[in-house]
């Protein structure tokens, strides 16, 4: 019950670590690129303003990707970053399954210099909007 007590008197205090809270929470977020929604990733593509990269495994993209996505897995992408220099100019959208790991490459390739955005949902909003994919290595 203390910490009611507590709660009660300092709650000047415990909201400002809410809000600090808050927008660390949200500047890290934003740090491995912004969400952006599918809509906006197929108009970026069709318009060649945007470069897809899958960092699912490759197993994962080998049985269904969207057409002209760059397959750098994850656990992959210190080693083949390169890949990605022809299109620097570009904005890099970051996908994988769900959203677990574009954060993270976001952020790797934000400190390389490139403009990234992270597509919302992942691979399994995409489907969920029935929006089309292809199967194997090659487009």
Do not use: C
């Not at 507590?6 to 909201?15: G, K």
């Not at 809000?19 to 929604?37: D, H, Q, W």
């Not at 210190?78 to 994988?96: F, G, H, M, P």
């Not at 489907?127 to 290595?137: A, D, E």
């Amino acid at each position: 019950m203390d910490i009611f007590i507590f709660a009660s008197e300092q709650w000047v205090l415990i909201s400002v670590f809410l809000l600090l809270l808050y927008v660390f929470a949200f500047t890290e977020r934003t740090k491995g690129g912004k969400p952006i929604a599918v809509t906006e990733v197929v108009a970026m593509m069709n318009a060649d303003q945007a470069a897809l990269v899958d960092v699912r495994s490759a197993n994962e993209f080998q049985a269904g990707h969207i057409h002209g996505a760059i397959n750098i897995p994850h656990t992959k992408l210190a080693s083949r970053i390169s890949e990605l220099e022809k299109n620097r100019s570009k904005i890099i959208v970051v996908t994988d399954q769900m959203g677990q790991h574009a954060g993270g490459v976001g952020r790797s390739l934000t400190k390389e210099g490139y403009d990234v955005r992270r597509m919302s949902g992942g691979m399994t909003e995409w489907q969920g909007q029935q929006m089309p994919t292809v199967q194997g290595i090659k487009d």
